[in-house]
């Protein structure tokens, strides 16, 4: 198979400028075909998402309300990586957790799970996934003045029953969540 040319930028206008987001517009020719005058791109430093689960093997979860679907959710504390912490993500992994959980995790029991692109057709956006064994409630809650998150543990078992009945339904956070599941020797691997 041929190595594909990437394409090139002709000019970019910035459209929003912030110190989370920024969203650029490109005018791009593509390799023996047309030039796009309006191809969108977001920047942002990424995200976190980790995988808590305790000593006994129950999985944290949150429940939040997401405003851009106007509904409320399962899924794992996650949350946005800060200009301080690009260069290390793994400290994202442990304020999320506490943030959103008031849970905390000895350093060698945060575990790099999965490095991925949410959206590489339109974002730079980079996510990376951690496993947090043997997480411990040490602390309380410090979320954001916007959120309300309840938690909740669940078992192995009954977190695919969430997944297969549609009620933990974000995308990564089911990658994340089958990954983990098989690193933690709930599913067999294919592999072994």
Request: with cysteine; aromatic share 10%; glycine share 8%.
């Amino acid at each position: 198979m041929a190595e594909q040319k990437p394409w090139t930028v002709l000019s970019y206008t910035r459209l929003i400028d912030t110190p989370y987001l920024s969203v650029r517009c490109e005018q791009v020719a593509i390799p023996d075909g047309p030039t796009l005058h309006d191809y969108y791109i977001i920047e942002n430093f990424g995200w976190v998402g980790i995988v808590p689960v305790t000593a006994d093997g129950c999985f944290l979860l949150n429940r939040q309300y997401k405003h851009g679907i106007g509904l409320e959710v399962l899924e794992f504390p996650a949350g946005g990586i800060d200009p301080h912490e690009r260069d290390e993500p793994v400290l994202t992994a442990h304020r999320e957790l506490m943030e959103e959980s008031g849970y905390s995790v000895a350093p060698e029991d945060m575990i790099l799970l999965a490095h991925m692109y949410a959206n590489p057709t339109g974002a730079e956006t980079r996510i990376w996934w951690y496993l947090a064994q043997n997480i411990q409630l040490t602390g309380e809650q410090k979320i954001d003045p916007v959120e309300v998150i309840e938690n909740m543990l669940v078992t192995p078992q009954e977190l695919l029953q969430l997944i297969a009945t549609g009620q933990f339904a974000v995308q990564g956070q089911i990658a994340a969540a089958y990954m983990a599941l098989e690193r933690l020797g709930y599913l067999r691997s294919t592999f072994e």
